[in-house]
T-cell receptor, first 113, second 114 residues
């Protein structure tokens, strides 16, 4: 059974700092990995999708990497802003069942002024 | 348009009530999903519809009954729920097939069972 873990569970940083969120998964037979953002009580906003054949994806201040063989992904946020405060979730889909996402435990990020 | 719309946003229902959650997308996606999220936990998959047919049921109790009347709509019918079913119910959609299966989520329905 796929297990997805995110470290740290919570993180507080001052505005302007660069930061890295970590995601690890136990079964490397994934089809893709997706990073989401969730504001309190709200739905999920897709940030980045990395196919299993890719190593990296970038969108604005966000950069996600994937090392499938070691079961790890990182989300790098550059020049953090208070508006980045949210919970960040990674999710993996298994090869052959691309539609079934298994979510990580989430990292709650607070960016302070 | 990358929007998945869920209604209602909030729902309070008694244990003997029957209610329905609705989800709509107009992105041409042929895979649609229901997830359940308890407080401070990650979302957990409930159902997957592929081309309007139920393809995955994650052993969900029968008091939850999904329906996909057409390629744009997904419903979740609720009957005889328990207080522990209170949660955020999220709908999602994605393109079917092996290319670009990025999932898009709605804002959720906050369900409270009293």
């Amino acid at each position: 059974k796929q297990e997805v873990t995110q470290i740290p569970a919570a993180l507080s940083v001052p505005e302007g700092e660069n930061l890295v969120l970590n995601c690890s998964f136990t079964d490397s037979a994934i089809y893709n990995l997706q990073w989401f953002r969730q504001d309190p009580g709200k739905g999920l906003t897709s940030l980045l999708l990395i196919q299993s054949s890719q190593r990296e994806q970038t969108s604005g201040r966000l950069n996600a990497s994937l090392d499938k063989s070691s079961g790890r992904s990182t989300l790098y946020i550059a020049a953090s802003q208070p508006g980045d405060s949210a919970t960040y979730l990674c999710a993996v889909s298994r090869s052959g069942t691309a539609s079934k996402l298994t979510f990580g435990t989430g990292t709650r990020l607070q960016v302070t002024l | 348009d990358t929007e998945v719309t869920q209604t209602p946003k909030h729902l309070v229902m008694g244990m003997t009530n029957k209610k329905s959650l609705k989800c709509e997308q107009h992105m041409g996606h042929r895979a649609m999903y229901w997830y359940k999220q308890k407080a401070k936990k990650p979302p957990e998959l409930m159902f997957v519809y592929s081309y309007e047919k139920l393809s995955i049921n994650e052993s969900v109790p029968s008091r939850f009954s999904p329906e996909c009347p057409n390629s744009s709509l997904l419903n979740l019918h609720l009957h005889a729920l328990q207080p522990e079913d209170s949660a955020l119910y999220l709908c999602a959609s994605s393109r079917q097939g092996q290319m670009n299966t990025e999932a898009f989520f709605g804002q959720g329905t906050r369900l409270t069972v009293v």
